[in-house]
């Protein structure tokens, strides 16, 4: 039976040379102080894994109780007649699984004994009974009733086994685990454990990594074994790693003697022994590995922290762990004290390492990536919340009405507390330094919230506008394919979500007199990508509405409309732009940007505009006098970096142009998108996220684009309030109509009025104000 999963290069021999500290060779570590090599320990995390410190929320399913093997260690292992059934029934199984996706866990942890069918005949007739060949094919069945059942992703700690049990567990589980324990072969408490051979454990090790599983493995510390085995033990699993990339984490786990064991009045594992090994396993293992020690097994959480771990390994808000039953887990805001009270942030992560699950084809059976994806954030840790785009869950209270001072205020003392610093002296941040101030986590995201509103006081003051406009989506009928779209309609389809339309002009024409005769400044036309169109349809269309009210705003067509409307013309798009803006074109709207990355846009929109041809039609109606915005469609299937290039390309441009008004966050609604309900992206960013693309928008505008909008429609009145503390200006439009979020899904609601915005906005001490489309104070439409 392995112990407990709560939860991945050796350096070369020699000394090695890291940012601060010389480190000493695995070979130098026995004659090394335990303060030395703690302290090493810490520089190697803060330069591999920064402030964050994870864990995984879980559920534990003792699978089975019996085992074959008889440690001196174990009292999870139970003879038969201690039990009331040899294994957990599947509706057990499901209702433990089920009580942890209640809870907000992503994992189920799977542990039982090794091979009990091998040992006792109860197990073998109760396999048989119920149609199992074995135990690990009653696992594999449990791991996918509870994957399909509730979306929790399996791990699987079923002990040494061999190609053909780890492949079948592959295809059910995120992860594998089993612990190495010990390489010293005549430890007494493994004299009855046949799967305890260092042969079999390292055996497994190397399966695992042949067969690409992410995989979990550690130490025992305090068995009878030495140090210097630990060390042999720790070098051996590196270099499995450095044949296979495959561990994700070793667990540092100290021995506690229990009652009724073999092993009952053995000395517990000192806890200098225990920092000792951690941070001997955090120089030993290459960078990439995580360390871990349980947090349940030792009093005090600092000194593990100071010696270097950046994991957890598994909490559980619903069931004990079965392995150490009489040491519960820390609550999780003890966890989360402690951890910030060193200065380094708490995060959720999933049963499978960011390094794997961002790398899916490599590391996760085709069944198992949904999964994995549909758990993700967009760095690949573990949602944490409930909280998506669009959707009726309240989001968490990430920023407050209280200001954050003294060292808090800088966001602890990681690269985010850098790279604030300067944000504080008044540089300007470049790429990776967005890429950074978006992986705030824990304080530091309050921390970038309140830079990015220090930036706004000083850039707008303490005025929130927002404009009284109409959408008019003229039609729903496009030729292009975008992945994300839930509102465009082949021209023939006719499907659930309503047909394919084309507004008249005449359509057109009243929704703005309707739309004036409200109160309304602005007409904002979007549409499809019509086949029947030709670029005349859009100067009809900006005639039609000029010649139905002379002062509406007319904000129009994407870059791609655009783009479209000149090439089907065959004419220079600035020759175009001008031509619409002489019929009545005021502004453009940034939509159609997405991601201005590339690669990314492969994903989303291939057939699409590309980020070359987005910043052209922006720079060309910028020529021509006509403004326009900045949108992003962030949280599909990108990470931060395609975030930080479209900030940075589209700041590259207003420096050229000065014509971008405001940057607008615009958080992927999911529910209804193709591209997730073919199982093929994330479910928005979570709310961590879009309050940060608010704030750092914020932060890398400075000085370029003054306004930063809100949408209320994917955010909802608490998400909007958070925004509008985290460098947003701007709440956009009433937007009577707005039909493309809701065709994604989106509920909250076609229309806002003054008085929903006022009770938004006054609560903060802040000033509403009613604005034009260019930001002028509208006292009549323009
Ligand atoms: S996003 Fe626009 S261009 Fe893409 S399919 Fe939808 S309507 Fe067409």
Known sequence: MPPPVPGPGRPAAGRVVTAKVTVVAPDDLLEATTADVRAEARALRAKAHGTTVTYSPKVFIPLTMLCRDRCGYCTFAKPPARLHAPYLTPDEVLAVARAGMAAGCHEA????????????????????????????????????????????????????????????????????????????????????????????????????????????????????????????????????????????????????????????????????????????????????????????????????????????????????????????????????????????????????????ALDPVRWLDPAMRFAVLDRSDAEGLGREDPWCSGGTDAPPTLVGATVMAGPQRAGGGGAVAEVLAGVDLGHEVGEDEIVTLFSARGPEVRAVAEAADRVRRAEVGDVVTWVANRNINYTNVCTFKCRFCAFSKGPLSLNLRGAPYLLELGDITERVAEAEALGATEVCLQGGIHPSFDGDYYLEVIRAVRAASERIHIHAFTALEVTEGARRLGEPLVDYLTRLKEAGLATLPGTAAEILDDEVRAVLCPDKINTEEWLEAHRAAHSVGLRSNVTIMFGAVEQPRSWARHLVRTRDLQRETGGFTEFVPLPFVHMAAPIYLQRKARRGPTFRETLLMHAVGRIAYRGWIPNIQVSWVKMGAAGVIQALRSGANDLGGTLMDENISRAAGASHGQRMDEGGFRALVEPLGRTLEQRTTLYGRATAPI
């Not at 049990?165 to 589980?173: F, M, N, P, Q």
């Not at 060390?231 to 786990?253: C, F, K, N, P, T």
């Not at 100071?306 to 966890?335: I, K």
Request: glycine residues 6%; negative net charge.
């Open 109 to 356: 942890l799977f542990t039982l004994g090794e091979a009990p069918e091998e040992r006792y005949p109860v197990a073998r007739r109760w396999l048989t009974d119920h149609g199992h060949a074995s135990t690990v094919d009653y696992l594999a069945a449990m791991c996918a009733l509870v994957r399909d059942e509730t979306g929790l992703l399996p791990h699987a700690n079923a002990g040494a086994l061999g190609h053909d049990d780890l492949t079948r567990l592959r295809s059910v589980s995120a992860s594998q685990g089993m612990m190495l324990e010990s390489l010293d072969p005549d430890l007494a408490c493994h004299r009855g454990a046949p799967d305890k051979t260092p042969a079999r454990r390292l055996a497994t090790l190397e399966a695992a990594g042949e067969l690409a599983i992410p995989f979990t493995t550690g130490v025992l510390v305090g068995i009878g074994e030495s140090r210097a085995e630990r060390v042999r033990a720790l070098s051996a699993i590196a270099d499995a790693h450095r044949r296979h990339g495959h561990i994700q984490e070793v667990i540092v786990q100290n021995f506690l003697p229990k009652p009724g064991t073999a092993m009952h009045d053995h000395p517990p594992c000192p806890p200098e022994e225990l920092w000792w090994t951690i941070a001997v396993a955090r120089v030993v293992l290459p960078s990439d590995i995580h360390v871990q020690a349980p947090p349940n097994l030792s009093d005090d959480l600092r000194p593990l922290l100071d010696s270097g771990l950046d994991d957890w390994g598994g909490v559980s808000p619903v069931t004990v762990d079965h392995v150490n039953p009489e040491r519960a887990w820390p609550a999780l805001d003890v966890l989360r004290a402690a951890t910030e009270a060193a200065g380094l942030s708490l995060a959720a992560r999933l049963t499978v390492y960011p390094e794997f």
